[in-house]
């Protein structure tokens, strides 16, 4: 399989198309449905009919209907592609004339014009990473950027439909698929508000139709439709690809814009319809995929000027919704919590596809649409260290109170963890959101199939990354306190100080996020193995000994926790009784109140560069990097959605135990235990 099964990429993005191309292929690699008439079935009923279609052909001196010939297209093969782009753009041109689309619609030759990618985070996106579809459908309305509209360039924003153009020696149905499946998912990552995406491939003789939604790609199987005989049908193509109805060519039409402003549409909690106004035009927070949850998330204000968080996505049907998670989470302390939720249950993929839903090799998918209420900005977004342990600390105790409702989370990560409004007290500091991977974990029972698809690639824990080729692996809370362990890792050990991430970026935390599973899992399992002294090197002076000490005793329990897994049958997790749960929360708990306590004293914070120790009760860190690089608040990284495969096994592992003799009740588990627990009180049923 090529790539790691998701396009979604590092923060870095891709620096170049090369390295992106494998990326974009085994995110659609096995997700490619073929339909024998989706080109024939696809438009009926929703443009022009046949009997207009006709009169248009009768009238146009672009076709002969004796010869069911398009004119400007010799007979002849053709074997320069540029030579077809004249030819097929005047027929395109004279379709969308004849049936009075061009006040919305135009066609323009693009293959010499440089679309500008967006990739990762804004600042990292390389100029020169740009695409050139050799024709596009441009469009204006409610839900094309009115400035890029006004500017007159093509680009991604205003593209309406890709439409790619190739002599029939040189299509080549894998290789051009990759191509457009390119082009697609920058309209999905630029425009945010597209449900699917059509993209025909034309040559001088055929006409092949391409669909991508959030289960893949849907191709027009076997033999592809001939443009000159099937004229109707060609035409009817165009029509559909370029229809002046933005809903019919795949936009969500709820959000759209109004003047320069852009607005969503959505249900209060009283399933009222209610329009809120988009605090910016681009989403916060999204997914930079085709296939996938396709989440997006933004930050709107209702008419009374509250700010409140609008979280799309498409969940994997059969999965139990987000919302009713949130429904059992409601008045948490340290849960995001929810104000509404729109949950059409109509609104499948395998619908609009006029699929069965449980076609073999088809994930159907649902949209769901939350509105959240709105907190601060993710852990990362700190700007002292208290930010960072506090929205840290009561996002774990957040996490306790979803275990003790029997929900396990499963996707912790830098971006899951968000700081709380100021002047928030104690367990409202921060909150743990994201409850789309959760699943309910049995009472009696608190192990659950570990799955490598689910959660962010460099937060997993090295047990979930290594059920990718392991039978019964199980995951518990632990695993997830292991991320929660990864994200302070990323922050201390990536940061210099409030938004300043290291350049280059430690090359220990990037391997963290290789799409190869196996590969990831070594690294972590390296990490945990090395002492403490070689683990934290490079930890900034702004954190200062007060972190370091944190992270001592953290790297310490999850080394033990390591270790007693490796002795276990493969590694899985161990079934712990609920007195064992409440420990390990009550002593993470207690390592971070310990941290706060330290940091509150007097010259806590300052740093002694003359100390070269790195016992943990002892140590300041090293001096700080050299290069830093200020960055934006959106930061999505490589998050490993349902029904994605990544390539890579099980490491070999050869780690002694750390663990102290259990048995002598006068030797603490952990040599970094806190000297008191938590004190924070856990909400229970």
């Known amino acids: 399989m090529s790539g790691s099964g998701s396009s979604h990429g590092s923060e870095w993005g891709y620096p170049t198309l090369k390295a992106q191309q494998p990326e974009v292929e085994g995110e659609l690699e096995g997700h490619n449905h073929h339909h024998d008439d989706l080109g024939k079935r696809t438009f009926v009923g929703k443009v022009a009919s046949d009997e207009d279609i ?145 993209c025909p491939i034309i040559t001088e003789k055929y006409v ?259 059920s990718y080729d392991a039978e019964n692996m199980t995951q518990d809370h632990l695993d997830d306190l292991e991320s929660f362990y990864y994200v302070l890792c990323w922050i201390c050990l990536g940061y210099s100080g409030p938004k300043n991430i290291l350049d280059p970026f430690p090359p220990r935390l990037v391997n963290w996020e290789q799409g190869d599973a196996m590969l990831a899992a070594d690294a972590k399992e390296a990490f945990l193995q090395r002492p403490l002294r070689r683990a934290f090197t490079k930890i900034a002076p702004f954190f200062g000994p007060v972190f370091l000490r944190l992270l001592g005793r953290l790297h310490s329990f999850f080394g033990d926790i390591r270790s007693v897994r490796f002795k276990t049958l493969y590694k899985s997790a161990v079934q712990r009784s609920d007195e064992e749960t409440q420990q390990d929360y009550a002593t993470i708990l207690g390592f971070i109140d310990q941290a706060i306590e330290e940091l509150a004293a007097p010259g806590a914070a300052t740093v002694d560069e003359s100390e070269s120790s790195l016992d943990p009760s002892t140590a300041s860190p090293p001096t700080t990097p050299t290069t830093t690089r200020a960055f934006s608040d959106r930061s999505p990284l490589l998050d490993i959605s349902k029904n994605v495969i990544t390539n890579g096994g099980s490491p070999s592992l050869k780690r002694p135990s750390a663990y102290p003799d259990e048995e002598s009740p006068k030797r603490s588990r952990n040599s970094y235990a806190p000297k008191q627990t938590s004190s924070l009180s856990v909400e229970h049923d």
């Open 54 to 198: 006709h009169d248009f052909l009768k009238s146009t001196d672009l076709y002969d209907t004796e010869a069911k010939r398009w004119r400007p297209i010799k007979r002849e093969p053709y074997k320069d592609e540029p030579k077809l782009y004249g030819p097929i753009l005047a027929i395109i041109q004279g379709i969308l004339q004849y049936f009075d689309y061009a006040d919305t619609r135009s066609v323009v030759n693009t293959h010499n014009i440089q679309y500008k990618h967006v990739e990762g985070r804004e600042e990292y996106n390389p100029p020169e990473l740009t695409t050139s579809p050799d024709m596009a459908i441009l469009g204006s309305g409610d839900n094309f950027n009115p400035e890029a509209v006004r500017a007159g360039v093509p680009s991604y924003e205003i593209c309406a439909s890709p439409v790619e153009i190739k002599t029939q020696k040189n299509y080549s149905a894998n290789a051009n698929l990759v191509q457009i499946a390119i082009y697609v998912r920058q309209l999905f990552v630029q425009q945010s508000n597209r449900k699917f995406v059509y």
């Open 208 to 466: 092949r139709l391409y669909i991508f939604d959030r289960s893949g790609a849907h191709v027009h199987n076997f033999s592809p439709i001939n443009i000159h005989e099937d004229a109707i049908d060609f035409v009817r193509i165009i029509l559909g690809v370029s229809s002046p109805d933005d809903s019919a060519i795949g936009f969500d039409t709820s959000i759209c814009w109004t003047g320069d402003k852009r607005i969503l549409k959505t249900l209060d909690e009283d399933k009222n319809p209610v329009t809120l106004t988009l605090e910016s035009e681009q989403p916060i927070f999204y997914r930079r995929t085709i296939r996938g949850c396709g989440t997006c998330c933004w930050k709107a204000r209702d008419n009374e000027g509250k700010v409140v968080l609008v979280k799309d996505a498409w969940r994997s049907r059969g999965r139990t919704p987000e919302w009713k998670f949130l429904e059992a989470a409601k008045g948490l302390a340290g849960i995001g919590q929810m104000i509404s939720y729109e949950d059409n249950d109509d609104e499948h993929i395998s619908t609009a596809r006029r699929l069965a839903p449980f076609v073999r090799g088809f994930y159907d998918r649902t949209f769901c649409r939350l509105t959240l209420e709105h907190y601060g900005p993710s852990i990362e977004g700190f700007k002292t260290p208290q930010d960072v342990l506090f929205a840290y600390r009561d996002a774990i105790a957040g996490h306790q109170n979803l275990w003790n409702k029997g929900i396990l989370h499963r996707d912790v990560s830098i971006n899951n963890i968000l700081i709380g409004r100021p002047g928030s007290p104690v367990g409202y500091r921060g909150v743990i959101i994201d409850l789309d991977m959760a699943i309910w974990i049995n009472v009696k029972n608190r192990l659950v199939m570990a799955d490598v698809r689910t959660g962010t690639r460099a937060f997993q824990s090295i047990n979930v990354l290594e």
